[in-house]
């Protein structure tokens, strides 16, 4: 499908969503109030890991107010969360829904308080008297890994959670004796998904249907379903779980949490209302946090700059309870680090250990942008050695447009591409070569500024998606995703979609979703995935339904169905436009008696449920400039072009708001963002006092452009797009720094790059 003046696929509509948003009438979790609802608040240990001695509640339960208090005692009947086993070695710890006996990270919660307000749960906390046993701190992986460490749970002989390798070709003799050889480390810190809605969940029983009804800001409404029925043993069938507005979510909200299963267990209980909404400290603490990686990695390459072989050893600090996507970032670092290039010979491992730190997992990328920082840092250095401009390097190591579908030494096999037609025209855009002259007078001149190109990929769309298309009596069209937006667009562009499909105007179209009480099974929001496999199942749906509508019109008209041309509103016959009936009189027969519909069944309804054969793999190039002030260090973002292959677009305005949501997420990470314990495990940025996000005004306007290499493995042609900021951004920025500090003799850095570590590395040089 492509953009045309006849198809509403490749049009830059305004979103529909955003009248009723800039209005102030979105309804969020908080938004919902229900009369006699509860409140609760958590007793969340004070310490990185602790042993619980006593736990006194009996002045709480006194508190005013207050109408329960319950401890892990009393939930341990709701069982444990478990994570997804990315890998079949992968070991599982304790994650109880309250903590019983031992702490493993400051902020586990081991009590809740039930009261009439959020004021008089939060004061009754303060009256539970805990005696904690302070017990030794893992915050670093690699010491929870090293051999005087204490294994975290008793029946583990260490502090292991998962650990994979792949080994492709023959490494050894890659590293024997290659012309170029280069290292690196990159440590990135843990980051905070920091949406705009902290995490929240409201639990209300309807005695009268009988029917457990769930308002949570999730992005997979359907699993949180499922993993309530399993933790409360209440039929899923009777469970309804909606996500109304979801302000932001990241991958942070893909899951289900201990609060989640704790307020609908309450709920049920107390026969009650029960409401929990996180503070932002309590969203810092608890909501799993992303990145936190280190990498040790070498590149083996031929006198002519051509890629020998990769080696890299990772670990991840996964904290002890678990996420649901604890495994997904290490395995998505190591299967992502060959990036766009082709690498002939690699042995590549990841690990993750138990820390007693918050959980980390799926954060916006979750993996992609670190496998790709590694292998973009690499051939930065081996440029540098060789001498050769780091766009040649790339060049000479791209997987050919012409090798596609490609299978990577990591076992990927990237869909369609055309990775150097990206970079040529990102530097095209940029006009590289008179920028770099350009720098080059102003270096003379004793500015310090640097250039950074970067190229990489983007994996997307695992799994399957649903999606039902229901023409109504009056030809109003519903569609029922199983795609659960937070902020994407999901009710402009799958509208377009389904236009395009039924030949009607999106006006036409209803988009509902997040509502497990409205239609098919879900899969949920995240990965990218929304477009290519909820738009397919869409797409697919209408077109069936468009089927359906082309037969009962063919009866009606006296026709083949081959013989009917699609109009804007139904049906013609082929050199008889008089001859039509519009979608309203095909469901007017469709809904009516059974003479006139040529034997076809009532209704004009389809479901879909669609999986693709395999990963779509977007992709692009990515240029930025800066200066950095030499007195303090800090670094200015002085342009960034950057181009993004994902596919046939349905959107392009919409597609250019995910970009610019990423460009601020991707640039977060390389400058200004990081979560900081100290070695107690204290976490010392736990609010926006002292964790650093993007303002508007911080970094200029990008220069956005676009190749097109439509995915052959869905009818839509489409890739993901929603990551590309973070994997593309942060490599972009740290080439452009190094670049800018090379007279000073900088070749390395640590994420984030803010104005002290700049500034330090500066005067460390000088020294």
């Known amino acids: 499908m492509t953009g045309t003046d006849d198809r509403w696929v490749g ?16 309804l969020y979790v908080d938004d919902v109030q229900l009369p006699g609802t509860v409140h609760v608040a958590f007793v969340r240990s004070p310490h990185a890991h602790a042993r619980i001695r006593r736990l006194d509640l009996a002045a709480a339960r006194e508190s005013p107010g207050v109408v329960l208090v319950v401890s892990g005692a009393e939930t341990k009947g709701l069982g444990h969360l478990r994570p997804v086993p990315i890998v079949a070695t992968m070991r599982l710890s304790p994650h109880p829904i309250l903590v019983e006996d031992i702490a493993p990270n400051m902020g586990a919660p081991v009590a809740a308080v039930v009261a009439e307000s959020a004021s008089r749960a939060r004061d009754a906390v303060d009256r539970v008297e805990v005696k904690w046993e302070p017990l030794p701190p893992l915050v670093d992986p690699a010491a929870a890994l090293s051999a005087g460490a204490a294994p975290l749970f008793g029946d583990l002989d260490d502090n292991q959670c998962l650990v994979h390798r792949w080994r492709t070709g023959n490494p050894e ?21 920091a949406a705009m809605e902290p995490r929240g969940v409201l639990a209300s029983l309807d005695q009268a249907l009988d029917e457990l009804r769930v308002w949570a800001s999730t992005q997979a409404p359907f699993r949180l379903r499922a993993e309530i029925a399993k933790a409360t043993g209440f039929p899923e069938s009777r469970i309804r779980v909606v ?55 070498e590149l083996a390459l031929a006198p002519d700059g051509k890629i020998l072989g990769l ?36 042995d590549i491992e990841v690990g993750a250990a138990f820390t007693t730190t918050p959980p980390t997992g799926a954060y916006r990328g979750a993996g992609r942008p670190e496998g790709v920082f590694v292998i973009e840092g690499l051939l930065d250095k081996a440029a540098r050695l060789l001498d050769l401009d780091p766009v040649e390097i790339r060049r000479r190591n791209f997987v050919p447009a012409e090798a596609f579908p490609y299978r990577t030494a990591t076992g990927c ?7 150097a037609r990206a970079l040529d025209r990102c530097l095209e855009v940029a006009g590289y070569e008179q920028l770099r002259r350009d720098h080059a007078t102003r270096r003379a001149c004793g500015e310090v500024v640097g250039i950074g190109v970067t190229s990489y990929v983007e994996p997307s769309a695992l799994g399957w998606e649903s999606g039902c298309v229901r023409m109504e009596r009056t030809g109003a069209v519903t569609l029922v995703t199983g795609s659960s937006p937070h902020g994407q667009g999901h009710e402009t562009t799958l509208a377009q ?25 879900g899969f949920g929001t995240f990965g990218s995935r929304s477009t290519t496999l909820g738009g397919s199942a869409a797409f697919q749906a209408a077109r069936r339904v468009r089927e359906l509508g082309r037969r009962i019109a063919a009866a009606r008209l006296e026709a083949a169905p081959a013989d009917l041309v699609t109009t804007d509103d139904g049906f013609h016959v082929r050199g008889a436009p008089a001859r039509h009936l519009t979608w309203v009189q095909v469901a007017e027969i469709a809904y009516g008696p059974p003479v006139g519909r ?77 979560l900081v314990y100290d070695p107690a495990g204290q976490l010392l940025s736990a609010s926006f006092m002292d964790y650093a996000i993007p303002r508007s005004s911080d970094f200029p306007e990008p220069v956005l ?10 009818p839509l042609g489409a890739k993901g797009l929603g990551e590309a900021g973070c994997i593309a951004l942060p490599p972009a920025v740290m080439s452009a720094v190094l670049d800018a500090l090379t007279p000073f003799g900088v070749t390395a850095l640590d994420l984030p790059l803010t104005p002290e570590r700049v500034w330090r590395a500066m005067r460390g040089a000088d020294r």
């Open 11 to 26: 049009r830059a509509l305004r979103r529909v969503e955003d009248p009723l948003l800039l209005r102030g009438r979105g």
């Open 173 to 193: 003799r890659a590293f024997a004796a290659p012309a170029c050889h280069v290292r690196t480390v990159v440590r990135q810190p843990p980051l905070a998904g």
């Open 243 to 297: 996500a109304p507005q979801v302000g932001g979510g990241f991958g942070v909200k893909g899951a289900p949490y201990a609060e989640d299963i704790l307020v609908a267990w309450l709920a049920l209980r107390l026969g009650r209302p029960v409401k929990w909404v996180a503070t932002r400290t309590e969203d810092f603490l608890t909501t799993h946090q992303g990145r936190g990686g280190r990498v040790e990695a």
């Open 311 to 346: 080696r890299a050893r990772t670990l991840f600090p996964v904290g002890a309870r678990l996420s649901a996507s604890a495994g997904v970032s290490p395995w998505n670092t190591g299967r992502t680090m060959t990036g766009a290039y082709v690498v002939p010979a690699l």
């Open 413 to 419: 096999t990237y869909d369609s591409g055309d990775y």
């Open 497 to 521: 979609i389904v236009a395009d499909a039924l030949g009607v105007a999106p006006t036409r179209v209803a988009v509902r979703h997040g509502d497990t009480g409205a239609g098919p099974q």
């Open 598 to 674: 040529g034997g076809e069944p009532p209704g004009l309804e389809a479901t879909v449920y669609f999986e693709a054969n395999g990963e779509v793999w977007s992709f692009g190039s990515c240029l930025v400039a800066v200066r950095i002030d030499r007195d303090t260090g800090q670094v200015h973002l002085t342009r960034c072009v950057w181009v993004d292959d994902a596919g046939v677009v349905v959107n392009p305005l919409l597609a250019e708001g995910q970009l610019h949501g990423g460009y601020a997420q991707g640039l977060g990470q390389a400058l200004l963002e990081a």
């Open 705 to 714: 452009a676009a190749t097109v290499t439509p995915s052959p493995l869905n």
